[in-house]
């Protein structure tokens, strides 16, 4: 069973950035991450396949959303600039077998999340 472990997440000033982190358990997985907002359904916010080369985003936050990984410590980074209130939220790790693309769905594997909270 594949445990993913989130941490980071706090209280940031609108303008400010912030990144969150999610260790795996074991590697050679895909990589994302997902937020959900009070009273919303989850989002899909970004996602890196298993080598690192591939990567997917939701067009409203590519430019101010980044994200990273690092297999050495089968660890992924979501790094979050110029955050604004709406990105108030649960941040979630999600995981699922490697592919060769980033994919938004089909994660299997999910964390306990992380709050980031905005205010301003």
């Known amino acids: 069973q594949v445990q993913l472990v989130e941490s980071g997440g706090g209280l940031v000033q609108a303008g400010e950035s912030l990144s969150v982190s999610c260790a795996a358990s074991q590697g050679n997985l895909d990589m994302a991450w997902f937020r959900q907002a009070p009273g919303k359904v989850r989002q899909f916010v970004a996602a890196m396949n298993w080598i690192g080369d591939s990567t997917a985003y939701t067009d409203a936050l590519k430019g101010r959303f980044t994200i990273s990984r690092d297999n050495a410590k089968n660890t992924a980074y979501l790094q979050m600039k110029s955050l604004r209130p709406e990105d108030t939220a649960v941040y979630y790790c999600?995981?699922?077998?490697?592919?060769?693309?980033?994919?938004?769905?089909?994660?299997?594997?999910w964390g306990q999340g992380t709050q980031v909270t905005v205010s301003s």
């Open positions: 999600a995981a699922r077998r490697g592919s060769l693309y980033a994919k938004t769905d089909g994660y299997v594997y």
